[in-house]
């Protein structure tokens, strides 16, 4: 199974104070996952900022059930039911969900809506993922959009253009300096099947070879291409290549490039080439940025 949606986590979050005992956050998430029967993976999944999901999706269920006034923080870091949390729980936990909590005017206020509002038609809160996911997913569609915006311009790119771009990627990620690859891009575009050669490393110990293929989006790069950039890169007593395209791999050309022994070829396709853009800020740029902060849990551990 997957991590379940954060409000899913209030009825669990409820039945673990419903013992008249003060219980600590993590006790709280021990409790909650072990009722919710999630594996080690489940427990490992992380949303696409690196935090964990358990721990993010319990904390909004506890950011909402302490905003409708369910649950109280004694002290740092730990948490027990209140008078209504404890009707609640008499009621049966599973009763605490999203609509549950709109009767409770703190709850309202925080949502910035009021009971009062007489165009209020139906359930107050329908968005069924955390604020933060929220967030992401917001950003993941803006990405994708841009991504395709990306696309459409690398397209009208010529052959040679492509390539040059492809080994501005490459450096913007790291693999040598500007300087030392500024004839990185071959004379001539596929000249003996490598488009492009840059550095490794910064101190230049060894070199990756490129192939670069700009094909329409719907096309596949099937297993053939790839045995004929092994071929070069043989040729060129190389051992490391990148075959980087705008359009996608055949799960031959994959198989055939995962298990080569002697030769190590990374596949990109124009998916993943659009994302390492966005992701490294190349042909790209930043319109607004915004900063999403939480608790400092250690600032508040020790004496302030």
């Known amino acids: 199974m997957s991590v379940p949606k954060f409000y899913e986590f209030m009825p669990s979050f409820i039945r673990c104070l419903g013992d008249g005992e003060v219980h600590t956050n993590k006790e709280i ?33 506890r950011t909402y059930l302490k905003k409708a006034g369910l649950i109280h923080s004694p002290k740092r870091g730990s948490f027990c039911l209140t008078e209504e949390g404890r009707k609640a729980f008499n009621q049966g936990a599973e009763c605490v969900t999203l609509q549950y909590l709109e009767q409770f005017s703190s709850f309202l206020e925080f949502k910035g809506n009021s ?29 994708e959009e841009l991504a395709g915006d990306l696309m459409t311009e690398i397209m009208k790119m010529t052959p040679y253009e492509f390539e040059r771009l492809v080994v501005k990627l490459l450096i913007k990620m790291g693999y040598g300096k500007p300087e030392e690859n500024k004839d990185a891009v071959t004379a001539k575009s596929g000249d003996e099947g490598i488009d492009g ?7 230049g110990f060894d070199s990756i070879y490129i192939q670069a293929k700009q094909w329409k989006n719907d096309s596949t790069v099937g297993r ?81």
């Open 197 to 203: 050669i840059v550095s490794s490393d910064k101190f």
């Open 29 to 61: 998430i021990e409790y909650c996952a072990d009722k919710l029967h999630l594996s080690e993976e489940d427990k490992a999944e992380t949303l696409s900022s690196g935090q964990s999901t358990l721990h993010n999706r319990v904390g909004w269920a």
């Open 224 to 304: 053939p291409e790839i045995q004929k950039f092994l071929g070069a890169l043989a040729g060129q007593g190389a051992t490391k290549g990148i075959f980087i395209t705008t359009a996608k791999f055949s799960k031959e050309a994959e198989a055939f490039a995962a298990k080569q022994l002697h030769s190590k070829i990374v596949l990109v396709d124009g998916e993943r080439l659009t994302k390492l853009m966005i992701e490294f800020d190349l042909g790209v740029s930043t319109v607004h940025a915004y900063l999403v902060k939480r608790i400092d849990s250690d600032f508040f551990s020790d004496d302030v």
């Open 115 to 143: 009971s009062s509002n007489p165009e209020q038609d139906g359930p107050l809160v329908t968005d069924q993922n955390s604020p933060q996911e929220r967030i992401e997913s917001a950003l993941n569609e803006l990405n």
